[in-house]
């Protein structure tokens, strides 16, 4: 994709020199690329997803491995669905079988159930799962605002 403007929710903090976390790299240098993080140390710029105030700004939010770590996450999902566009997309990783880590702010392993019903403010998502259906590794959301 080219010519976007993209939103990396939870960019994460430098790992021998890089951006080990974030996936800006991934991306067209033509595109609007912005890393962002709670942690103020983390040198992106800082959002909280339960609290930012964008409305249809962004052509894509990605959400990376992020939203297990956030209390709220009712309204960090309506907070994502807010800042897109009309016909942005949504792209969430979530891991569901997968050891604690980051405490003590590891909340929650959300369910193929759990996450059909999160989503259903948006116009079209589709869920994917990786390993078993029944021992799910993780799951990738799609989804979009029309």
Not at 49 to 57: A, K, L, R, S
Not at 95 to 114: A, M, Q
Request: overall charge neutral; charged content about 30%.
């Amino acid at each position: 994709m080219k010519n976007k403007k993209i939103l990396e929710i939870g960019s994460g903090k430098k790992y021998r020199g890089k951006h080990y976390y974030s996936v800006k790299n991934c991306f067209d240098d033509s595109n609007e690329f912005i890393m962002s993080d709670i942690k103020e140390e983390y040198g992106h710029k800082v959002v909280d997803v339960t609290n930012m105030d964008y409305e249809n700004e962004f052509n894509v939010v990605l959400c990376l491995n992020v939203l297990e770590h956030v209390f709220n996450f009712n309204q960090a999902v309506e907070n994502i669905h807010k800042a897109l566009k009309p016909n942005g997309v949504a792209i969430i990783a979530i891991p569901f079988f997968y050891p604690l880590h980051d405490e003590p702010y590891d909340y929650w392993r959300f369910t193929k159930y759990s996450l059909e019903r999160l989503f259903k403010r948006f116009d079209d998502f589709k869920i994917k799962h990786y390993g078993l259906r029944e021992f799910p590794f993780f799951y990738y959301v799609e989804a979009i605002k029309k």
